[in-house]
């Protein structure tokens, strides 16, 4: 977690993260291997409800190499800012490529037509899953600035992790968040 630099494909310049200088809601966040979404609400005290900003489903592409698939399957693009219920703050902006060949069903079908946060639906449809953190770096807010109220080149929190299931990655999702937010004592409203 020094200061080294490193460089994901085409997109910009991430840098490492030293631990000592972050919060410990955001090494939490950072580290978790669980449902980001229910540990946020623990952590700022409200229930956290997701906004979809866009999703929309492809074929794999370039993304296969890190699900593993072929070329031609089918998967699901969709960036989200999980949003305090109370506040209506916004803490995390999640990014996912979701294999759709690899999820139940029902899962499928309930990520396709409904708001739930990707941790919650997988809880709801009891899906069991391995979660493998890749990394972890700062990037510059850019066109996320505006939701949480920062510049444009003020560092975010990144990491990208791949969610397994039945052996298989199934999602790879990458969550920016701000290196500070304030924790509410006590419960600022239902938990999700």
Known sequence: MGGERRERGNSSPETEIDGTRIGLAQRLLLDTD???????ATCV??????????????LAGEDRHALR???RRRV??????????????D????????????LAPAMRRSLLNTDTPIG????????ETFREILHAGTVPARDLAAHFGT?????LLVRTYRIWIDRR????ITEKFPQAFDLVAGNAGPRP
């Open 120 to 127: 919650l639906l997988l809880r709801e449809h009891r899906t």
């Open 151 to 155: 510049g444009e080149a003020t560092p």
């Open 34 to 40: 669980g449902t980001v979404t229910h540990l946020l």
């Open 76 to 89: 699901l693009d969709r960036r989200v800012l999980l949003r305090g219920t109370v506040t209506g703050r």
């Open 91 to 102: 803490y995390v902006c999640g990014e996912s490529v979701i294999a759709l060949d690899r």
């Open 69 to 71: 698939l072929g070329r």
């Open 169 to 172: 990655p199934a999602m790879l």
């Open 45 to 58: 005290g409200e229930g956290i409800r997701d906004v979809v900003l866009c999703q929309h489903v492809r």
